[in-house]
């Protein structure tokens, strides 16, 4: 249990999953990123790292929720709290980093019936379930294109409309559930339904580094953190602590962030060469672009942010084209040619 | 055949036992073993010498294959929880498994969601569940092994996602009994050297000559190099090293990436060609016998350390015997069957999923789950007259348990959504190549898209020369259908009647499964290879009507697409004798087959 995870900044490579990861903490209504990859190419072990880049949030004491007591968006208990004159405590936690088992059921992703109240007392309350623990945080599922379409389903909906509605056991509540959506898989065992990809922010393919340099430095690190794990996440603190500041900072200043018409025209005009239907993408990529710019330390958003984190943003909402053998990311990559070589 | 060939090379058996030992040292590390072996007193005697190296306290355990998920993972206690008033959680069989052995039987058939669900906790060296009410994690750090009894000729495989954990493969097919003897290895030289491995280092040139190895020989995964890297040192270890050296590292390129190489690490063999070519028995001499044959084609390895990947890439090559190398060129992507085919797993499969669809009275089990609520209701009536029943009975004071019987039991009824597998069955063979393959691909790819779009799931045969084969098993994957269509070439007789009954015995493997199958026969009906493999037109074209015959007579749906530039008459009357959807390709672009195809699914 001891056991420390993988430092994140000690990743090899991977630069464009990091990166997606960093923007989707720094703007979590990004919506979430999707990381497709074949074995064994460090997905889980990256997404897992990223847990210890994210700074520290203020919560209600003993909610439940992970209620955020400057926030509006409250639930239920702390509202009753608030209309009873009490007073909201905050503490410190850490953003939640919730794990979605493969297998789970659905009473425990949405909560259920309190099941030792319901036998004891026969009475009837609400056990939170892992949508309760994820709220301001993210929700991690590893295979998701093997998790049950209705879950999955389920659970694209509660991240888009950030909060869990249950009707279920007799019982009808609501609950805020805003958290982002990190799924990760391998195309090969099955993929994710077209209608549900394009739910999710980013999305990213993540191949095994091709030089063999970089290959041996996985294995290499690899070796060096199991052999002595707690030395090796030492040894990369300073690293892992100087990219949370920069994460924290970013943070704070997303919504500063200057995004002239140029940049939203610019955006139009990609999307509209790539025929991606519907207006999420235009938004999903200003908001990138504008997080990358908080991170990279800009006050405005330029050309090139926009075309770095545009493959992330795009790629699949393409129609896909199952002659197209070139893939989704080549498509993007020759429309950002065409749209801005001008 | 080339088994006992090298006299002063480790035999098979030597091999398999190395493996064991490596193993046995660090069973976590290595993630686990995959044995390709029947069933037989080699085995066992396998199995026997492991168990001899592995403590007596560490349990070990098989994994039964059709198990429910609440017993492998863990989950609700349902009798103590309603014994208790509260809910019991119940470890599963993986978290009683931490320290020890776990053995998977029959591995090819294993479904391959299990895989990735046992893949996720290998990984993780713990079980985490989340279901009915019970939330938890407990460590499950254990060794695999998992036994592979796949026939030579046949498609199955262990799940991929379980492969790609197990560090070390061992085949044990061709040892002969002659073969095993004892070894001397024993269990306090195990211990010794797990007291001895954290300390053993591995030095940079060998994990980067490791590294390279598993490129030459084409493994795209890092997991196969870390195992490698785990291996030396399992190796160094045991034999009393502080260091890894050379030897270690080719033990473990032997026994860790031998086994996964897609390609002989030379320039030329880096193309595979896409069908399998004929065995070569006689061909004694082996173009990479040395490894030395390569030059400078290795990336950017430095000098000095290209000689040590050299020596690591012949040592493994040495251990490769010939058919596996074939093996390997020939199956770039070698695919799992999606799913077992048994019985038990169909009803589980079925079960496991859909949404609730209303309540009846019944005992819980795998797929029927409690409902909780609907059987407390169902109890809530008969409350007042149990207590008093106890009471009089037990003369015991308060019971403040709701007391619920059997009978109150409501299970929850999954409907699941009805799926399809559309099999496209395709005429490879010469006649059909020349003109039409190329089309045919096409009008395949676009339906292809049509059942990713429908979720459904796809299989493909192909049927050539002199008999039909499974390039794909049903998958939902469009990348794995579009990588063997790609790869499928043209060429040779129509053996038309073994691809009917090629994808009618999938057909039917399907439909066991609860999944209606539905076959789309590409073919212009000239058959000339008959059901037995012998040419023959006219024969050849009776075995494919009763073969034909045959599929009507299962009741499945099938489309006939006539591929020939014209329509004909052989290719119509074949569609008769099925009962089929008679599509000439003439007038049918992709819509109209896809159309033909709805309106089968559905009649």
């Not at chain 1, 464009?16 to 979430?32: N, R, T, V």
């Not at chain 2, 026994?255 to 070519?277: G, I, K, N």
Request: charged letters at 25%; proline letters at 6%.
């Amino acid at each position: 249990m001891t056991r420390p995870v993988y430092p994140f900044s000690a990743i090899v490579g991977q630069d464009e999953l990091k990166l997606a990861l960093i923007i989707s903490a720094i703007d979590p209504s990004i919506g979430g990123v999707l990381a497709f990859g074949d074995r064994g190419t460090g997905k889980s072990t990256t997404v897992r790292a990223l847990a210890a880049l994210l700074p520290p949030v203020r919560a209600v004491r003993d909610c439940r929720f992970n209620c955020d007591p400057d926030g509006s968006n409250l639930c239920e208990e702390c509202r009753e709290k608030l209309r009873e004159g009490e007073k909201l405590v905050a503490r410190f936690i850490r953003v939640p980093v919730v794990d979605l088992p493969l297998g789970a059921t659905e009473d425990r992703v949405v909560g259920a019936l309190d099941l030792e109240k319901a036998l004891t007392r026969g009475e009837k309350a609400f056990e939170t379930g892992l949508l309760a623990r994820a709220n301001r945080g993210f929700l991690y599922i590893d295979e998701v294109n093997l998790l049950e379409d209705f879950l999955v389903d389920l659970l694209l909906d509660v991240a888009a409309s950030g909060e869990n509605v249950v009707e279920r056991e007799g019982m009808s509540l609501r609950h805020p559930a805003r958290f982002v959506l990190i799924g990760s898989g391998n195309p090969e065992e099955g993929e994710l339904r077209p209608q549900l990809l394009d739910r999710f922010g980013l999305s990213v393919e993540v191949r095994t580094p091709q030089d063999l340099a970089s290959r041996i430095e996985v294995v290499r690190r690899r070796d060096g953190f199991e052999r002595d794990p707690h030395g090796f996440a030492a040894a990369w603190r300073g690293e892992n602590r100087k990219l949370r500041r920069k994460v924290a900072t970013a943070r704070a200043r997303v919504n500063l962030i200057v995004v002239p018409d140029s940049i939203l025209e610019d955006s139009a005009k990609l999307c509209l060469a790539l025929g991606t239907d519907g207006l999420r993408g235009e938004l999903t990529l200003m908001r990138a672009a504008r997080a990358l710019a908080a991170y990279e330390g800009a006050e405005t958003v330029t050309q090139k942010h926009l075309k770095s984190i545009a493959p992330s943003a795009l790629r699949h909402r393409l129609r896909r084209d199952p002659l197209d053998e070139a893939g989704s990311s080549v498509r993007v990559d020759m429309a950002l040619e065409k749209a801005f070589s001008a | 055949m080339n088994g006992g060939g090298e006299a002063e090379e480790r035999s098979l058996w030597e091999e398999a036992v190395m493996a064991a030992s490596l193993f046995a040292v660090d069973p976590v590390g290595l993630g686990g073993i995959a044995v390709a072996s029947k069933y037989g007193p080699v085995r066992d005697s396998w199995m026997d010498f492991l168990r001899s190296i592995v403590p007596g306290w560490a349990p070990f355990r098989k994994l039964p294959l059709y198990a429910a998920d609440e017993r492998l993972f863990g989950g609700l206690d349902l009798a103590a929880t309603l014994a208790h008033g509260k809910p019991v959680a119940e470890r599963g069989l993986l978290a009683e498994m931490d320290r020890g052995f776990l053995v998977i039987p029959s591995a090819e058939r294993m479904e391959s969601g299990l895989a990735s669900r046992l893949g996720l906790v290998i990984d993780a060296h713990a079980v985490h569940v989340e279901r009915e009410a019970a939330s938890m994690m407990h460590p499950a750090r254990f060794g695999v092994i998992a036994l592979d009894e796949s026939e030579a000729g046949d498609d199955e495989t262990p799940p991929a996602a379980l492969l790609e954990r197990l560090g070390l493969r061992i085949d044990l097919t061709d040892v002969t009994w002659r073969d095993v003897c004892l070894s001397d290895t024993t269990l306090e030289e195990i211990e010794a050297a797990q007291a001895r491995l954290p300390n053993v280092a591995v030095p940079d040139k060998i994990i980067a000559g490791l590294v390279s190895a598993a490129v030459s020989f084409g493994i795209q995964t890092l997991r196969a190099p870390v195992f490698a890297v785990r291996a030396a040192r399992a190796s160094a270890a045991l034999a009393g090293r502080d260091e890894a050296n050379e030897e270690d590292a080719g033990l473990a390129a032997m026994l860790v990436l031998a086994p996964r190489a897609t390609r002989m690490p030379e320039p030329m063999e880096d193309q595979a060609p896409p069908e399998p070519p004929p065995p070569e028995p006689q061909d004694d001499k082996e173009e990479d016998g040395k490894g030395g044959g390569e030059s400078g084609e290795n990336e950017t390895a430095p000098d000095d350390d290209k000689a040590l990947t050299d020596m690591i890439i012949a040592a493994a090559a040495a251990a490769m015997p010939k058919e596996m190398l074939v093996k390997a060129a020939a199956k770039p992507f070698r695919v799992p069957p999606s799913a077992p085919m048994g019985k038990a797993g169909a009803e589980r499969t079925n079960a496991a999923r859909g949404r609730p669809a209303g309540v009846r009275r019944g005992m819980p089990k795998p797929g029927s789950p409690l409902s909780l609520l609907e059987t407390l209701r169902a109890a809530a009536p008969w409350q007042k007259i149990r207590k008093s029943m106890l009471e009089k009975a037990a003369n015991t004071g308060r019971i403040d348990r709701i007391e619920v019987r059997s009978d109150d039991f409501r299970i929850k009824r999954l409907k699941a959504r009805s799926q399809t597998a559309t099999i496209f069955a395709v005429d490879a063979s010469g006649s059909a190549a020349m003109q039409r393959l190329a089309e045919t691909k096409g009008a395949v790819e676009l339906l292809l898209a049509e059942c990713y779009i429908r979720r459904d799931q796809v299989a493909l045969v192909a049927f050539r020369g002199t008999r039909a084969e499974i390039l794909l098993p049903p998958t939902r994957s469009l990348t794995r259908a579009k990588r063997s269509l790609a790869a499928l070439a043209g060429g040779g007789g129509t053996p038309l009647a073994s691809g009917i009954d090629a994808a009618g015995a999938l057909a039917i493997n399907i439909r066991r499964r609860g999944i209606s199958p539905l076959i789309v026969v590409l073919t212009d009906g000239k058959a000339n290879i008959a059901a037995d493999g012998k040419p023959g037109r006219e024969r050849a074209q009776n075995d494919a009507n009763t073969a034909g015959r045959r599929l009507r007579a299962e009741g499945i749906a099938t489309i006939l697409v006539d591929t020939s530039p014209r329509p004909q008459a052989q290719a119509e009357k074949l569609a008769q004798e099925m009962a089929a959807r008679y599509v000439p390709m003439p007038y049918a672009n992709a819509a109209a087959i896809s159309k033909a195809a709805k309106m089968a699914a559905k009649g």
